[in-house]
């Protein structure tokens, strides 16, 4: 009898959904420090934009690339702050930053292809890799290199059916940030062995020391597709807005893939994004700010309890260490934590073999569940 296609069975489920699933089981209250979800409300211009859409029927399909004058401005806000100067024919508005990844995935790999990935890394870069039949191949981060892809060291990972590599910065769950020089010679690697060079962006706004550097800022030969997302910078992740700037010789291609993905981006959620876009932006600061501040407060407290983590320079994740309180199962033991003490954490091991014995916690979580969250883990 017919089943499930193998590469959709095959395919790993994420170990964040499962700790999500046995939160949402239990019958008392929780702390959830283990999805990034902003504590913030989703500002109030970014609603009153949606709903004017709403007011106004405009309800309809928008064009397969998105709404033209978000395009258009979403070119001013690429040129602006991220050094990308794309025509706003490059820009292709998607649902959220995982349909931009799925869409540069789509339209640049086909079945066998290998893919870099990075370990740890978000599980959804193996996910969806696995969707489309190519091989992910983890590059490992190292804390001597500030958990920074090495360039040297990525070459000898690269082999003929190698077509790209996936870069994530500000990085989820590191927080390691790419600056100006390594964004360049990723793109020189990209160059050297014929490669896509796709680039996750989703947290550029949220950057705590280090200046995060767009890799496309460096496109020579037309290889980095960029994917940013409206969901953390504006705290509405449910909206699921995110856009792909694309080089032009596969822009065309990508916006054509919408049609039989989404077809379009919910249009008063698009409205939604131009008005995130064009109000005011001390709402973005002012919860970096608050990132920033709980990140200090998070470390300090660990500190006092002798849990080692790893300080981020941008997203909102701290990488703890437990390899001595794990026991070597670090999956087992965030089940435990949650049904014990009622904090849910993501184990490490979801974000790769280099994850075992680390779990993350958000920052996007509000300051005193966080504390609290973080005394109960380390008691
Ligand atoms: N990329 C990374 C690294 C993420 O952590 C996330 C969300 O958690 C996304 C992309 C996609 O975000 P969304 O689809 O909600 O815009």
Request: charged residues 20%; aromatic residues 6%.
């Amino acid at each position: 009898m017919i089943g499930a296609a193998p590469n959709a069975e095959a395919m790993p489920r994420s170990g964040i959904r499962e700790v999500m699933d046995l939160a949402w089981s239990l019958p008392g209250p929780i702390i959830g420090l283990h999805v990034g979800e902003p504590s913030f409300s989703t500002p109030a211009h970014v609603l009153a934009g949606a709903q004017a859409a709403l007011d106004r029927h405009d309800t309809r399909y928008a064009p397969n690339p998105g709404v033209p004058a978000l395009r258009t401005a979403l070119t001013e806000k690429l040129a602006a702050r991220n050094g990308v100067h794309a025509a706003s024919e490059q820009v292709i508005v998607t649902a959220g930053g995982m349909q931009a990844l799925f869409l540069a995935m789509i339209a640049t790999l086909t079945a066998g292809d290998e893919v870099l990935i990075p370990d740890p890394g978000w599980p959804n870069f193996a996910m969806a890799v696995a969707l489309l039949q190519a091989r992910p191949v983890r590059y490992p981060l190292h804390p001597e290199r500030g958990f920074l892809p090495d360039p040297d060291e990525l070459d000898g990972l690269v082999g003929p059916r190698t077509r790209a590599i996936i870069v994530n910065s500000p990085s989820n769950p590191l927080g390691a940030v790419v600056e100006a020089g390594l964004a360049e010679r990723l793109c020189r690697f990209a160059d050297a062995h014929d490669l896509w060079l796709i680039s996750d962006e989703c947290y550029d706004e949220i950057a705590f020391d280090a200046a995060p550097a767009s890799p496309a800022a460096w496109d020579r030969e037309g290889r980095v597709l960029s994917c940013f997302s409206f969901s953390k910078t504006y705290a509405m992740t449910g909206m699921r807005v995110g856009y792909l700037v694309a080089p032009p010789r596969v822009a065309a291609t990508a916006a054509k893939l919408q049609e039989p993905l989404i077809a379009s981006v919910n249009t008063p959620a698009q409205y939604g994004a131009l008005a995130a876009l064009e109000g005011p932006q001390d709402v973005v600061a002012e919860m970096r700010l608050a990132y920033r501040e709980r990140r200090d407060l998070a470390a300090r407290a660990l500190d006092e309890r002798g849990v080692g983590y790893l300080m981020p320079q941008g997203a909102f994740y701290l990488w703890i260490d437990v390899r001595d309180r794990c026991g070597g199962d670090v999956r087992s033991w965030a089940l435990e934590l949650l049904r014990e003490r009622q904090v849910a954490v993501a184990p490490g091991v979801t974000f790769g073999p280099a994850g075992e014995g680390w779990l993350r916690a958000s920052l996007a979580t509000g300051t005193e569940e966080l504390l609290e969250g973080l005394a109960r883990l380390a008691a």
